[in-house]
């Protein structure tokens, strides 16, 4: 015999996400998140980790929310201007392309002397 609440999980939930997500975007200066969706739903956030452990079309639907949302943070963050942010496209070139800024340590950046043959420069 099962113990604890039944749940309210029902598989229309994956077409109220799509009703959700209506409600998101740039265009309405709104976010995709699932925090946002499991208020929509009157639910706990981690409600909906745990029915998409169990469910796996409502697994995609919650997938399907988590790239929205990066599309429009990336897309937003790049182009949300009349120019493209710097900042935002090193960000993103540091964290999704494992692209890094450098720095000579070595040397600091400074010029390397000629190195020195038999007393004379290799100049």
């Known amino acids: 015999m099962p113990i604890g609440r039944p749940t309210k999980y029902d598989p ?11 409600t998101c975007g740039g ?7 699932l925090e946002g969706f499991a208020l929509y739903l009157h639910v ?12 796996k079309e ?9 790239q929205l949302q990066k599309e429009q ?4 963050g790049i182009y949300g201007g009349k120019e493209v942010n710097a900042t935002i496209v090193k960000l993103l070139l540091q964290s999704n392309h494992g692209m890094k800024e450098r720095t000579d ?18 100049k």
């Open 58 to 66: 409502f697994s995609d639907t919650v997938k399907d929310i988590e």
């Open 44 to 55: 706990h956030r981690d409600t909906l980790y745990e029915w998409a452990k169990k469910y």
């Open 12 to 22: 229309s939930f994956i077409d109220k996400a799509i009703e959700y997500l209506k």
């Open 105 to 122: 340590t070595t040397t600091n950046d400074k010029d390397i002397p000629s190195p020195i043959y038999n007393g004379k420069s290799a």
């Open 73 to 76: 943070l990336v897309n937003d």
């Open 27 to 33: 265009h309405n200066m709104k976010l995709p998140t």
